[in-house]
Structures are given as structure tokens and as C-alpha cells.
């Protein structure tokens, strides 16, 4: 069974800017690693997480390349990301987001974004 209706759902869903229905797609131990940080665990942890990196644009929308279902609870999704910077600029950038699932929420999630050119001057 393919999950993508599923991933395309919670990225629709982190695209609304809102913390709380990005975790609502969280086991209540989900380990969740965003770029280099430290990996954070459990939807508390991880709604402040996203809450605080939320500050710093002004918004985002997802547009997905494909969705590989490469065993029966892990995905990896392939996205550019377009940011909207807090100066209004807008950026895109590659990302790779690889998610393991316990049933239809994430267990497991690691994002691979290079950050660097959303707050370049």
C-alpha cells in the first residue's frame, strides 16, 4: 500500500504554518531531526521546535518530486521547498525527508535541507 496520499496530506498540512497539525502526524516517541540540529523527541519537543523555526520565515509551501515507498513503514519523499523569507524574498531548495511509520504517523523523521540560502543577505 502506497503512503503517498498520506505524506502529501502532512506536507499539505505543514504548509498551513501551523505547529499543531504538524504534529498531530507524530507518534507520542517520535524522534524528529530537522538539517543539522539536534534530533528532538516526542510531539511537545517537537512542536516548539517547529514553532521557533517558524519565526524565522514567513512561510513555506512544498512542492513534492516523488514519493518512493522503499519498505512497508519507511518513505522518502524528494521536495523543493519554497521559502518566503521574513524580507518577502522567496527561495526553493532541495530537500529529501525520509520517514518511518508506526500505522499512518511518523516514528521517525529525518529532513535533509541545506538552510544556508534561505537567510543568506
Known amino acids: 500500500m502506497s503512503r503517498a496520499p498520506l505524506v502529501r496530506q502532512i506536507f499539505a498540512d505543514i504548509d498551513t504554518f501551523d ?10 516517541d517520535a524522534v524528529f531531526r530537522f538539517a543539522s540540529t539536534d534530533p528532538v523527541v516526542g510531539p511537545a519537543a517537537v512542536r516548539e521546535a517547529v514553532a521557533g523555526f517558524f519565526t524565522t520565515i514567513a512561510g513555506l509551501k512544498h512542492h513534492i518530486l516523488n514519493i518512493w515507498d522503499v519498505e512497508d513503514d519507511v518513505v522518502i519523499a524528494q521536495i523543493d521547498v519554497e521559502y518566503t523569507r521574513l524580507d518577502g524574498r522567496h527561495v526553493t531548495v532541495p530537500n529529501s525527508d525520509i520517514l518511518t511509520f508506526d500505522g499512518d504517523k511518523a516514528k521517525i523523521w529525518q529532513i ?4 544556508a540560502p534561505v537567510y543568506a543577505p
Open 112 to 115: 535533509y535541507i541545506d538552510l
Open 19 to 28: 505547529p499543531d497539525k504538524f504534529v498531530a502526524h507524530l507518534t507520542d
